[in-house]
């Protein structure tokens, strides 16, 4: 292999690499809820993850919606220095039956609503947490959020993610509520943050474990970027070589 050869392979390899991490950075950059998986009847933490996307706005409101044709009868927020939480109740034509529990009510929103100077800039994110419970049946649950900047600029998080096709631009949030296995009632619920809330007091819940799907892409992201500069740099001395 020639040295101009050489210079153009490892210079080219760099530059794809570093490509690839950017789009893959960029595509990753969704609302997000975790755990994405629990189980049905439980009590758990549910964490918003909210990257700001734009280059020159922040975000200053987050809203969640939570599903209002399964309701879950507890909602609580966990306090966020400089945000304040407001929780949407919705009121029923009817009461609705959720397990052992009849509802004339129950929170459909909740929504984070920063104070002033206070904001999510370029390249930040923010995580805004809430304890529900119990869960409702096993499904599949979308639970659409919407980002607010500070220029105006309004984004929906809404669109219902379908097995075997490709991902929506803007993907909802989506909790997978499993049937519970076990004598403990959470063995079908791998990765999740359970709490109980027997005693009808405020469920709260530790985080445990780390992120796995966040693990990967960043050891993806560095792995990208050590390989890149590596390319650059064969390519940079295969430069050098061919002037000297």
Known sequence: MTTRTLARVGLAAGGAVTLGVVLAATAAAHVTIRPDVDTAGSYAKITVRVPNESDTAGTVQVRLELPADSPIPSVRVQPHAGWTAELTTTQF?????????TLEEAVTAVTWTADPGVRIGPGEFDEFAISVGPLPEAGTYFLPATQTYDDGEVVAWAEETVEGQEEPEHPAPALEVVEATGEDGHGGAPAAENVSDEGGGEATASAGGGDTSDDLARGVGIGGLVVGAA???????ALRR???
């Open 231 to 237: 390319g650059l740099g064969i390519g940079a001395a």
């Open 93 to 101: 034509p009817e009461p609705v039956q959720v397990g052992d529990r």
């Open 242 to 244: 061919r002037h000297a």
